[in-house]
C-alpha cells in the first residue's frame, strides 16, 4: 500500500468513526477496525469484516472488504452523496448498482416505510450486500444487471469493487451474468426513486427504456468520462425533470432528477 493510499484509507476511517461510532469508546472502536481492514486484506486476502454504526439513534452491524468500501462508507453516510431534498418520501425504491449495499441501508434507515429492491451482479459485491442488508426486511437483493433486456450479458470486473461494469475497460476481467431489463422491473412493481450507480452504462440503460421517464426522483453518478456521450445528450431524455448536478471528479457528479407533474 502506497503512502497516499494509507493516508486516504485512515482519514476515511477516522471521519466514518466520529460520526457513526456512537459515544467515544464506540469511535475509537470502529476507527481501530476500520483502519485494520486494508491491513487485513493484504495479509489475509479479502473477506467482509463487521463493525457497527449509529445513525440516527439505529445500531447496525455492517461489512466492509477494503479501502474501497470504506471509502464509498463516507461518500454515503458522510459526505451525504445521497441525501436528498424531496417534495415527498419514496415509498418504492430501485437501487442499480448496489455495489456492498450501503445506499439500500442508507435509504432504509432514512426513509423506514419505504420497499427497496436492490441489484447488483458482482459475486463479491453481492455476498457482502446481503450481509449488509440482511437485518433490513423492507430491502430484497437479485444478483442480476439492469440492462436493457432480460437474459445473460458480459461482465467486467477488476480488482476494485467499484469499478465493474457491463461496460468493457482495459485491463478488466470478463465473465457472464444474469441481466434483468429496467422496463421489466418497472412494470412489475413501480418506483417513486431510482437510483443508479452503473460505471458508464448510463446512456444505453435509459436510452432503451420506455418507462423511465414516468418515474418522479432520480439520484446517481454520472460518469461523463465513460458515457460516450455529453451531459446535454444524456439529460435529453429527461426533458420534463429538473435536474441538479455536485462534481465529485472531473467529469463525474451525483445527478438529482425531480419530475415536474
Known amino acids: 500500500m502506497s503512502l497516499s493510499s494509507v493516508s486516504s484509507s485512515f482519514s476515511n476511517s477516522f471521519a466514518v468513526a466520529r460520526a457513526l461510532g456512537g459515544g467515544l469508546s464506540g469511535q475509537a472502536v470502529l476507527f481501530v477496525t476500520l483502519a485494520s ?8 486476502g479479502s473477506r467482509a469484516i463487521p463493525f457497527w454504526i449509529t445513525r ?23 459526505d451525504g452523496e445521497y441525501s ?11 437501487d442499480i448498482g448496489g455495489h456492498a449495499g450501503y445506499v439500500s441501508v442508507f435509504f432504509a434507515l432514512t426513509y423506514p416505510k419505504a420497499e427497496i429492491r436492490v441489484f447488483e451482479p458482482d459475486p463479491g ?7 449488509n442488508t440482511r437485518a433490513f426486511p423492507n430491502i ?15 461482465f467486467y470486473s477488476s480488482d476494485s469493487s467499484i469499478s465493474s461494469s457491463l461496460k468493457s475497460r482495459a485491463g478488466m ?14 412494470s412489475r412493481q413501480p418506483a417513486d426513486l431510482v437510483k443508479f450507480d452503473i460505471e ?11 418507462l423511465a421517464v414516468a418515474i418522479p426522483f432520480y439520484v446517481g453518478e454520472m ?28 467529469q463525474r457528479t451525483i445527478l438529482t432528477l425531480v419530475r415536474r407533474d
Open 84 to 94: 436528498l431534498a424531496l417534495p415527498r418520501e419514496p415509498r418504492h425504491i430501485v
Open 223 to 250: 460518469h461523463y468520462d465513460l458515457i460516450g456521450h455529453t451531459p446535454a445528450e444524456f439529460l435529453s431524455f429527461f426533458s420534463g425533470y429538473t435536474a441538479q448536478e455536485r462534481r465529485i471528479a472531473p
Open 200 to 210: 458508464g452504462t448510463e446512456y444505453e440503460l435509459f436510452a432503451g427504456s420506455k
Open 140 to 154: 430484497r437483493a437479485t444478483q442480476a444487471a439492469v440492462s436493457t433486456s432480460s437474459g445473460t450479458a458480459t
Open 37 to 44: 481492514i486494508p491491513f487485513r486484506k493484504k495479509l489475509f
Open 125 to 131: 459485491n453481492f455476498a457482502t450486500l446481503l450481509l
Open 173 to 186: 476481467k470478463a465473465t457472464t451474468v444474469e441481466t434483468v431489463a429496467l422496463d421489466d422491473i418497472l
Open 56 to 78: 440516527r439513534g439505529t445500531r447496525v452491524q455492517l461489512y466492509a472488504r477494503d479501502s474501497a468500501d470504506i471509502a464509498v462508507l463516507r461518500d454515503v453516510f458522510i
